[in-house]
């Protein structure tokens, strides 16, 4: 195993020791970015006159030839290599002979991998944006196809008001839309390069770091060499942002495993997204969702493993710092699997329009309606609250409708009371009166619906 610190050991390390730090099984997908980030490196050296430009040019083509090798899975990773680095260091230097060993002057193992790490991260995050607005395209279709639906709200998970279907899907793309701008917050506080930091303290060649941060096209180059090498913040506000969007994945899940269900019976999911039973040949389980609900414990634990990692090191760099790695990879990877299965799954998703209709003929859903017809004409919120209660306590408590009573009936309860009240205990009126900004009002929603539609265009 070729070691760039080799030569000032006496003896080798412990066989042990060489298998419990080996990274190199979690470390390859970074193969790629290493090389991008080396190639800019070696062009700058070349520039800054640091090595010869002869020397420059044999190692950028030499690792154009890898990044080839890497985007086709030619490339064969030495497994005997300490790490990624120095498999990339070993690969050039069989490629191009002795000017590979120039490759790493003015840089150090400690500013390479945050570069590598802020490629990755920057990378795979904006993939997630591109798979979030998918998604939201995904959901926006399915409101637009069921807008005239009306379905039970709930809070406390007892039956409240009635809202549109759409509403309540919009409310979905309002949620992850915080997702998709959290991360890209997250993108433009990774973006800042930090190659030239060396191991901790900068070197004493004359390097131009600021055109390594133009090649690569990051936003900036970091100001500090200490923090440079030592910043894991990039990697917990990636994960943070990760497990947030898990957590609306979890809380949309449980909606609509809740909906699937007999009992609600509000949505049937798509066959290719469920299991059955091995003993009740009845069942169709919403595995997928369940799973997907589950999988946020592991984003929420990958967050706080980060965090505990990072709480007790000191500044520069650690060897703990190795194991940031494993945690953000398998969330990345659980996320990009996670929005890829919800975009299909509201793309097959169907609506029980029958059912849900008679579910809305329960006139409870319209207690703040009538309420709020008092308010209009005079009667104080306190007043209304009490009045309503009692007609509930009075009338739908023991079965009966507040849709039967008479305009002597209803004044019995406030002489404010009309027959016109009555045309207000039914879901059509109850979303149609809604007049503030944001609610469930049809022209209301219609205008979400509409200003997403070209949002999403740009």
């Not at 030839?65 to 086709?72: F, G, M, Y």
């Not at 390479?112 to 991260?121: E, F, H, W």
């Not at 200490?226 to 979890?250: K, P, Q, T, Y």
Request: charged share 30%; proline share 2%; glycine share 4%.
């Amino acid at each position: 195993m070729s070691k760039f610190w080799g030569s000032r050991f006496e003896k080798g390390t412990d066989k042990l020791a060489d298998e419990f730090s080996f990274s190199l099984e979690y470390d390859k997908r970074l193969a790629i970015y290493d090389v991008i980030g080396s190639i800019a490196h070696a062009t700058m050296l070349g520039k800054c006159k640091i090595i010869s430009r002869i020397d420059s040019s044999k190692i950028v083509s030499g690792l154009k030839k890898i990044a080839l090798q890497l985007e086709k899975g030619a490339f064969k990773f030495d497994m005997q290599e300490e790490d990624i680095h120095s498999n990339i260091q070993s690969a050039l230097k069989k490629m191009i002979g002795p000017a590979a060993d120039k490759l790493h002057t003015a840089r150090s193992r400690n500013d390479l991998i945050v570069l590598d790490m802020k490629l990755y991260c920057m990378d795979e995050l904006t993939t997630i944006i591109d798979l979030i607005s998918k998604l939201q395209k995904s959901i926006l279709s399915f409101a637009e196809k069921n807008k005239d639906v009306i379905i039970p709200a709930y809070t406390h998970l007892q039956a409240a008001q009635v809202v549109l279907l759409s509403h309540h899907m919009l409310a979905y793309i309002e949620m992850l839309e915080r997702d998709k701008q959290r991360t890209l917050d997250a993108i433009i506080r990774t973006s800042s390069m930090p190659l030239g930091s060396c191991a901790l303290a900068g070197t004493t060649l004359p390097t131009d770091r600021d055109f390594v941060t133009e090649e690569l096209e990051f936003l900036t180059t970091t100001k500090n060499s200490i923090d440079s090498v030592s910043d894991r913040d990039f990697i917990i506000e990636a994960l943070s942002s990760l497990a947030i969007l898990g957590m609306h994945f979890s809380r949309i899940s449980e909606d609509l495993i809740i909906w699937a269900t007999s009992e609600f019976n509000y949505v049937n999911i798509d066959w290719g997204l469920c299991t059955g039973s091995s003993i009740m040949p009845h069942k169709k389980n919403p595995d997928i969702l369940e799973l997907i609900r589950g999988e946020t414990a592991k984003l929420y634990s990958n967050l706080s493993e980060v965090l505990i990692l990072t709480k007790g090191l000191p500044l520069t760099y650690n060897r703990d710092l190795q194991l940031d790695k494993p945690p953000l990879f398998e969330s990345i990877d659980k996320i990009k699997q996670i929005t890829a299965l919800m975009a299909k799954l509201f793309s097959s998703l169907k609506v029980n329009k029958t059912h849900l209709a008679k579910r809305i003929e329960d006139e409870s859903f319209y207690t703040v309606d009538l309420m709020e017809y008092l308010i209009k004409k005079g009667v104080s919120y306190r007043e209304a609250h009490d009045i309503i209660g009692k007609m509930v306590k009075e009338c739908l408590d023991k079965g009966k409708k507040i849709s039967d009573l008479t305009k002597e009936q209803l004044k019995i309860y406030c002489q404010k009371f009309e027959i016109d009240a009555k045309k207000l205990l039914n879901a059509k009126s109850s979303v149609e009166n809604k007049k503030s900004y944001g609610s469930t009002n049809p022209k209301l929603v219609e205008k979400q619906i509409d200003s997403w539609n070209e949002y999403f265009k740009q």
